[in-house]
């Protein structure tokens, strides 16, 4: 079973709709990630929680919000979507206790949206 | 601000070796990550450098000079299921965020 997982897998939906991408983990981690990936570009951070209580704005939030539910559990919602938020939507998570501080980060498989 | 840069694609023969340079200017710099993405694909995570030096995993190695803010990416003895996109990304603060480059494509002839 994957440890990352995110529904939707593939959303398409109209201007200004209100959308929700979910996304769960198993591996344990406290720290879970929001990112958006457009064709030529790098993943740019839309939001990021080091923690159930801890939110904070990514490079990119504006036209974004989240909600960390548990641990396991962090949503992207989409209030008024637009075409231009057309993108390849990836979840990840790390875990802040790994010795070194690494911290590096996995992937969920990712959603593809299309606004029209 | 933050910049990170790598060549768009590359093109090799199987069997070969390439590398691939990432430079990058940062507010700070945590350690640097190398992910491996395939099209429509989740990154996976390839190497980490914090050091200067080389890390060896494999058939990929990965090395840093953190005072020429630079890393490479050396994928030896290719095969046609590394065609894919090569991510650079710097951790520039203590907090875990990363900064990605654009990502390199790798196209493997055979």
């Known amino acids: 079973d994957a440890d990352v997982t995110q529904t939707p897998r593939n959303r398409i939906t109209k201007t200004g709709k209100r959308i929700m991408l979910e996304c769960s983990q198993t591996?344990?981690?406290?720290?879970m990630y929001w990112y958006r990936q457009d064709p030529g570009l790098g993943l740019q951070l839309i939001y990021y929680s080091f923690d159930v209580k801890d939110i904070n704005k990514g490079e990119i939030s504006d036209g974004y919000s989240v909600s960390r539910q548990a641990q396991a559990k962090f949503s992207l919602s989409l209030e008024s979507a637009i075409p231009n938020q057309t993108a390849l939507y990836f979840c990840?998570?790390?875990?802040?206790?790994?010795?070194?501080?690494?911290?590096?980060?996995?992937f969920g498989p990712g959603t593809r949206l299309t606004v029209l | 601000g933050q910049n990170i840069d790598q060549p768009t694609e590359m093109t090799a023969t199987e069997g070969a070796i390439v590398q691939i340079n990432c430079t990058y200017q940062?507010?700070?710099?945590?350690?640097l990550f190398w992910y491996q993405q395939h099209a429509g694909e989740a990154p996976t995570f390839l190497s980490y450098n914090v050091l200067d030096g080389l890390e060896e995993k494999g058939r990929f190695s990965s090395f840093l000079s953190r005072s020429k803010g630079y890393s490479y990416l050396l994928l030896k003895e290719l095969q046609m299921k590394d065609s894919a996109s090569y991510l650079c990304a710097v951790k520039a603060d203590s907090w875990g965020k990363l900064q990605f480059g654009a990502g390199t494509q790798v196209v493997v002839t055979p």
């Open positions: 990840a998570t790390s875990d802040q206790t790994l010795a070194g501080g690494q911290d590096t980060q996995y």
């Open positions: 940062t507010s700070g710099f945590n350690g």
């Open positions: 591996k344990g981690h406290d720290r």
